[in-house]
């Protein structure tokens, strides 16, 4: 089983859908979460970073974290065509020490299209 | 705010050749950069943690004499490929890290290096 498992879509929505997009994990030591967005031929972009368990908003987007199922998703409300790209979920364990503990572990990454 | 520059954003060049990537923390130190590689349609795989003024980390399988690693200050880490081979083409990004306060912060990336060996 590996560590995140994320569905690679293509998920495809009308505009002005709401997206729900999410992961699983199976390492109970992780503790930060995020959302990274990337487009074609660019380098992720930080949407979302949660830390521990519980809901994140920001405009359009919400990250919700639930560390006893080890599942977590992000929501896109008003979907649009400049959302369209691939979502990808990160988590670190992390800590205030350590060198390794805040190595990020992808999932595939789900590719989002969001029609006109 | 956490910006981070990567340049060239493409090199086409020769078999043989070594070939370095630049990458740059514009408004914050970054204590610690790390540098991914990205097959199509796959997601990044982490090649090397570099902390400034100490040697880099390389991850299982990744030829560190290949891809050279050098983090000499707080805003800028470089990776060489040296000798590229065609089997060394591949998307290159690199993300960094500030640690602030106690509390860690998310890598942010850079917008990544087409690396085409021909």
């Known amino acids: 089983q590996k560590e995140v498992e994320q569905d690679p879509g293509p998920l495809s929505v009308p505009e002005g859908a709401i997206v729900s997009l999410n992961c699983t994990y199976s390492?109970?030591?992780?503790?930060?979460f995020m959302w990274y967005r990337q487009y074609s031929r660019k380098g992720p972009e930080l949407l979302m970073y949660?830390?521990?368990?519980g809901n994140k908003e920001d405009g359009r987007f919400t990250a919700q974290v639930d560390k006893s199922s080890k599942y977590i998703s992000l929501f896109i409300r008003d979907s649009q065509p400049s959302d369209s790209a691939t979502y990808l979920c990160a988590m670190s364990e992390g800590s205030y020490s350590g060198a390794g503990s805040y190595q990020l572990t992808f999932g595939k990454g789900t590719k989002l299209s969001v029609i006109p | 705010g956490a910006v981070v520059s990567q340049h060239p954003s493409w090199v086409i060049c020769k078999s043989g050749t070594s070939v370095k990537i630049e990458c740059r923390s514009l408004?914050?130190?970054?204590?610690?950069m790390f540098w991914y590689r990205q097959f199509p349609k796959q997601s990044l795989m982490l090649m090397a943690t570099?902390?400034?003024?100490?040697?880099?980390?390389?991850e299982q399988g990744v030829e560190k004499d290949k891809f050279l690693i050098n983090h000499a200050s707080l805003t800028l880490s470089t990776l060489t490929v040296t000798s590229a081979h065609p089997e060394d083409s591949s998307f290159y990004i690199c993300?960094?890290?500030?640690?602030?306060?106690?509390?860690?912060?998310?890598?942010?990336f850079g917008d990544g290096t087409r690396l085409s060996i021909l």
């Open positions: 570099s902390n400034e003024g100490s040697k880099a980390t390389y």
């Open positions: 408004d914050f130190q970054a204590t610690t």
């Open positions: 949660t830390y521990s368990s």
């Open positions: 993300s960094a890290r500030v640690r602030a306060g106690g509390y860690d912060q998310p890598q942010h």
């Open positions: 390492n109970s030591a992780f503790q930060y």
